[in-house]
């Protein structure tokens, strides 16, 4: 075995080695950015061959644990995939509001007792056996018809189990562990858990409220990046939407590089407003995705997309090997939601509006500038994340630290107002002002 600080790497396989370290990661005993032994010195120490490191530590990075920086050597992954972003949330004490957790209003959600009702009536007039299609023919109907009149490029339409469940099916069906993929920064925490998950490296894109700045996608393009992620409306956490303007742009810069695998993620659907100007159809390969779960409910697990015929076939070729699709009953209850119209995108967006323009113009009275053009979140840079998310939960106010979402772009808190009221605006504006401090300078891109 060989002593790492306080932690003794063991094993006599490759699997057994890896296996060893990535242990030490999950339990913090390895810290993120920690320099591992040269495998040939481990491999002495273990007497082993060099090559059993070698094998070991690709098992890593290949897994997103470790990081390799050539005569640098290889260290612990400043966020490796073990630590989970989600593990930097906040803790709520008794008595403390939370608007940390990116949750719809449950009060803007649509009932589905009738369309769970109907659909399982549905199920008993036809149930749904093996070697039935995949997707709903009505549901798929009504799908393409959206994504039509909102300007998508034609293709097929498949379903999954959220949007995360769909980005990891499309990612896995094109790259290769090592590949980069350029991603929003502040973007979605999840995601950037997902890529080194998937063996692959983030390369971070800045964004203003117009979406992602183009020359930092043209810098992420050209330093190789096989794929891009962007969010088209309601970005997470900034609340950023893709302009008319932005997207010509981008479409531009993505035709360059036809290529590039190009994932769309269209979550605000339903609770935005804002015109969709799609990117999609520029690149070879490419999907636009609509997730149910702001709109409906996040325990309403589907997610539509529709993207090129490979693509789209690749996901339904490796989903028929797995879960083999996703429930139909889910699939009824939501094509019946979206014919019924069981929400009014107008009303939801107007009530998110209010309470985020709100909280934005109280914090701008204040002298704190804050970012959310749309969605249910507010994204207000801070100095010292630590500091603030301390003195907010000190004031009663939980918030969640930019950490989860960031790489490279300057620290903020993220303030969820989906549980705001309008008596809310203004203890919260106070209170994110006094934890803030006056004077201090604050940077947004």
Same mark, same amino acid.
């Given at each position: 075995m060989f002593v790492l600080g306080e932690y003794r790497i063991e094993g006599r396989r490759a699997s057994e080695i890896a296996a060893s370290v990535e242990r030490a990661v999950g339990a913090g005993s390895l810290q993120p950015g920690e320099v591992l032994p040269p495998l040939r010195e481990l491999a002495v120490f273990l007497e082993v061959n060099p090559n059993t490191v070698a094998a070991a530590y690709r098992t890593l990075r290949d897994r997103g644990v470790i990081e390799t920086a050539g005569r640098?050597? =290889?260290?612990?992954?400043?966020?490796?995939? =073990?630590? +989970?972003?989600?593990?930097?949330?906040? +803790?709520?004490?008794?008595?403390?509001?939370?608007? =940390?957790?990116?949750?719809?209003?449950?009060?803007?959600?649509?009932?589905?007792?009738?369309?769970?009702?109907?659909?399982?009536a549905r199920s008993a007039r036809r149930p749904v056996l093996y070697g039935a299609p995949a997707v709903d023919a009505d549901l798929a109907a009504l799908a393409r018809s959206a994504f039509s009149r909102d300007g998508v490029t034609e293709g097929p339409v498949a379903v999954t189990s959220g949007s995360l469940d769909a980005m990891e099916r499309v990612l896995a069906a094109h790259l290769r562990p090592g590949d980069a993929v350029a991603v929003e920064d502040p973007g979605w925490g999840s995601l950037l858990d997902l890529i080194p998950a998937l063996g692959l490296r983030?390369?971070?894109?800045?964004?203003?409220?117009?979406?992602?700045?183009?020359?930092?996608?043209?810098?992420?393009? +050209?330093?190789?990046?096989?794929?891009?992620?962007?969010?088209?409306?309601?970005?997470?956490?900034?609340?950023?939407?893709?302009?008319?303007?932005?997207?010509?742009?981008?479409?531009?810069?993505? +035709?360059?590089?036809?290529?590039?695998?190009?994932?769309?993620?269209?979550?605000?659907?339903?609770i935005v407003d804002l015109p969709l100007h799609p990117l999609s159809g520029v690149t070879d390969h490419w999907v636009l995705v609509r997730s149910t779960a702001k709109a409906y409910g996040p325990d309403l697990r589907l997610a539509v997309l529709t993207g090129d015929a490979v693509t789209v076939d690749r996901v339904r070729g490796r989903q028929r090997l797995g879960p083999g699709w996703v429930s139909h009953l889910l699939q009824d209850a939501v094509a019946h939601l979206w014919r019924t119209s069981a929400i009014e995108p107008t009303v939801v967006a107007g009530a998110y509006d209010r309470r985020r323009e709100a909280l934005i113009r109280a914090l701008a009275e204040r002298g704190v500038p804050a970012r959310g053009r749309s969605g249910m979140n507010v994204w207000v840079p801070v100095p010292d994340e630590t500091a603030a998310v301390a003195r907010l939960l000190h004031a009663g106010w939980a918030v969640a630290p930019g950490a989860r979402f960031r790489m490279q772009s300057p620290p903020g808190v993220r303030i969820t107002v989906s549980g705001l009221s309008d008596d809310d605006i203004g203890p919260v504006a106070d209170a994110v002002a006094s934890a803030t401090g006056p004077g201090e300078t604050r940077r947004y891109e």
């Open positions: 640098r050597g =290889s260290r612990v992954r400043p966020r490796p995939a =073990s630590t +989970a972003r989600e593990a930097l949330r906040v +803790a709520v004490p008794p008595g403390v509001r939370d608007a =940390s957790d990116g949750n719809p209003d449950p009060a803007l959600l649509p009932p589905l007792e009738r369309a769970l009702a109907e659909a399982a983030a390369a971070p894109v800045g964004l203003d409220d117009e979406g992602p700045l183009p020359e930092q996608l043209a810098r992420a393009l +050209a330093g190789g990046a096989r794929a891009v992620v962007l969010t088209d409306r309601a970005q997470n956490p900034t609340g950023a939407v893709i302009g008319r303007e932005r997207a010509v742009e981008l479409r531009a810069l993505l +035709a360059d590089h036809p290529d590039v695998l190009l994932i769309e993620d269209d979550h605000g659907h339903g």
